[in-house]
């Protein structure tokens, strides 16, 4: 005894259009209203764990956002790179900062460099150095994100 399953359309005065899951039974013919997610017609969205957003701000500009993906910090568009770097800041991050600009990624936007896209860096501690323009003895600079 197979069973196949269809939904009728329905307009409701009170609630307009909605839509009623049947089973019908192929031998019978015999219609049976089912809930779409006992069927298995409907699954329920699984939420993903969101990630815990981190922050960095300094002195000299910088507002940062950012994730922990596995080994990996993913620094989130919208974030503000402080608009220079230290006399002391090191060359790799100069090159990276140097290296978003010119792919268009990091604009000079009110004194700070502004980052379009979501931005995958190697580490954390890469990370804060590029945006900051410093140099970053650890990813502690990073905090949880204060609840407003």
Not at 103 to 120: A, K, M, S
Request: net charge negative.
């Amino acid at each position: 005894m197979t069973k196949t399953h269809f939904v009728k359309r329905i307009t409701q005065p009170d609630y307009g259009e909605l839509y009623q899951f049947y089973e019908v039974d192929k031998a019978t013919r015999e219609e049976t209203p089912v809930d779409p997610f006992d069927a298995g017609l409907l699954l329920m969205a699984v939420e993903e764990e969101l990630p815990e957003i981190l922050t960095i701000t300094s002195k000299r500009g910088a507002d940062a956002s950012g994730y922990y993906m596995g080994e990996k910090f993913i620094v989130l568009k919208g974030s503000k790179f402080a608009v220079s770097t230290t006399a002391k800041c090191p060359k790799n991050y100069v090159r990276l900062r140097e290296k978003l600009v010119l792919e268009g990624l990091l604009i000079p936007l009110h004194n700070q460099l502004f980052l379009l896209e979501d931005y995958v860096f190697d580490n954390a501690v890469i990370a804060m150095g590029t945006v900051v323009g410093g140099w970053g003895k650890g990813p502690h600079g990073w905090k949880a994100e204060s609840v407003r």
